[in-house]
């Protein structure tokens, strides 16, 4: 069943007033006033959690200091600890979670499906595998890790793409061809385990955890250069994805080039989980849960990419402190988190799609 019918059945995202903004010019904008202002206090929240994450730890900071250290008031130590350590590893979260966030819109958009999220389609186990193949037969760096679960991931895309290839390629058949290929991959990611040494499987299992610790500045940077091409590549075409959850048909029938943005929509949401995943291990469910939270908080049709985005940057973030914090002195990865709170919500979402006559 396509999004737009879900919305129209589902009462948590029936459409919510717009308004006609014109300027002098002639030119004209609409403009969805509750997801404007849900999309800004999202990004509040983020910028918050962000905050509270740097003052946290075994030296703690007020969220005044924390202002004050990251405006260059701060003193030398405080320079230190938030710039050096506790920064690069807020904006590598914020960053990570957008990147999931937009591409589980985008993903879940196309296959007109809740749960066609990257990470159940098999491209987080696809970058998952190519990172184990570095660490067990090559003992490869970090840097070679992450250029590897970039491969991995984009193979998997090709692949998932051309088996799911039938004169288009349609919602379902994408999510069947990508369940089983997480399913093949899986038992990939198992062989190279019980093939690695002791030290290269404990160096395998802490990265498929999915983890923001030792994160710094070479991380961060190449992450915002793809992110800063990316985004707005897929903000752009928006209006396209829109349009195709009417169906290709209609799609056509309103000037779309249907196959070539699909194709370019699925290449930049591949590429996003590919880069996510290399800089902080297969994080799992913020790429599903991101953009269902966006839609029940906007109550807006459409893939909501920018909410999603800003979802998912606030839901990692949250998730991090949580792993910090909730547990006394033991910090687990922030993956743990992740996957208790997002195999809840998957639970839900399959209940909620059930009683709905959905699935």
């Given at each position: 069943m396509s999004t737009t019918r879900t919305a129209e059945r589902d009462p948590a995202v029936r459409r919510a007033p717009a308004r006609a903004v014109r300027s002098r010019g002639g030119l004209s904008l609409r403009l969805?006033?509750?997801a404007v202002v849900a999309s800004l206090?999202?990004?509040a929240v983020a910028l918050a959690g962000g905050i509270v994450v740097i003052g946290s730890g075994d030296f703690p900071?007020?969220?005044?200091?924390?202002?004050?250290t990251l405006l260059g008031d701060g003193l030398p130590a405080q320079e230190f600890i938030v710039r050096e350590l506790r920064l690069p590893r807020v904006l590598t979260a914020l960053l990570v979670g957008a990147a999931l966030g937009l591409s589980g819109a985008v993903f879940q958009s196309i296959s007109r499906n809740p749960l066609g999220s990257p990470d159940v389609l098999g491209f987080g186990q696809g970058a998952t595998v190519g990172a184990l193949v570095v660490i067990v037969l090559f003992q490869g760096n970090s840097w070679a890790v992450a250029a590897g679960a970039l491969a991995g991931c984009l193979l998997t895309g090709v692949l998932v793409y051309v088996l799911a290839w039938k004169r288009g390629v349609h919602g379902y058949r994408l999510v069947l061809v990508g369940i089983g290929a997480a399913a093949m991959l899986t038992a990939v990611m198992q062989y190279l385990l019980t093939k690695a040494d002791l030290v290269d499987a404990t160096r395998a299992v802490l990265w498929i955890t999915g983890t923001l610790d030792g994160r710094g500045w070479e991380q961060v940077l190449p992450l915002a250069a793809v992110c800063a091409v990316l985004v707005p590549l897929v903000l752009g075409h928006g209006r396209a994805l829109r349009m195709m959850e009417m169906g290709d048909d209609a799609a056509y029938a309103l000037g779309v080039p249907v196959e070539r943005a699909r194709v370019v929509l699925i290449l930049c949401a591949v590429l996003l989980m590919g880069v996510a995943t290399s800089a902080a291990g297969p994080i799992a469910f913020v790429a599903l849960s991101a953009p269902?939270?966006?839609r029940r908080v906007t109550r807006s049709p459409g893939p909501n990419l920018m909410p999603s985005a800003l979802m998912g940057a606030a839901l990692l973030v949250v998730a991090d402190w949580a792993a910090q914090q909730a547990f006394g002195e033991r910090q687990l990865p922030v993956g743990v988190v992740t996957g208790v709170v997002g195999g809840c919500y998957l639970l839900w979402l399959l209940v909620t799609e059930r009683k709905a006559g959905r699935i």
């Open positions: 969805d006033v509750r206090v999202i990004t900071m007020t969220p005044g200091e924390v202002v004050s269902q939270l966006a």
